[in-house]
């Protein structure tokens, strides 16, 4: 059974940190582009950061650039999103997601995990 699974969610301050973690399992996805994406309460989801197979390239939102990092370990099949300077707008379920194309449209992705809630308090 394939799965994604995030963790590392939680409640934060402003300006905190946070480090989420996706693990894969079932299948490898070395080979895979992988992606961060978010939903806020009463919103649509929405793009993160997006990652190559091989870590090359990286897509950011507008949003998160300068503050989120994505990154992946292969061996380990697992992708990061390092979280710095946090912002209340960050507030959302973060969720992962694996497909064969690098994008930053949800709908290219074919692997979605269940989502970790973070929250910014100010």
């Known amino acids: 059974q394939v799965q994604l699974v995030e963790s590392g969610g939680g409640l934060v301050q402003v300006g905190g940190s946070l480090r989420l973690s996706c693990a894969a399992s079932g299948r490898t996805f070395s080979n895979d582009a992988m992606a961060w994406f978010r939903q806020a309460p009463g919103k649509e989801r929405e793009s993160v950061a997006a990652?190559?197979?091989?870590?090359?390239?990286?897509y950011y939102a507008n949003s998160v650039k300068g503050r989120f990092t994505i990154s992946r370990d292969n061996a380990k099949n697992i992708l990061y999103l390092q979280m710095n300077r946090l912002k209340p707008e960050d507030t959302a379920v973060y969720y992962c997601?694996?497909?064969?194309?690098?994008?930053?449209?949800?709908?290219?992705?074919?692997?979605w995990g269940q989502g970790t809630q973070v929250t910014v308090s100010s």
């Open positions: 990652i190559t197979w091989n870590g090359v390239n990286t």
């Open positions: 997601a694996a497909g064969r194309s690098y994008s930053y449209m949800s709908h290219m992705y074919d692997y």
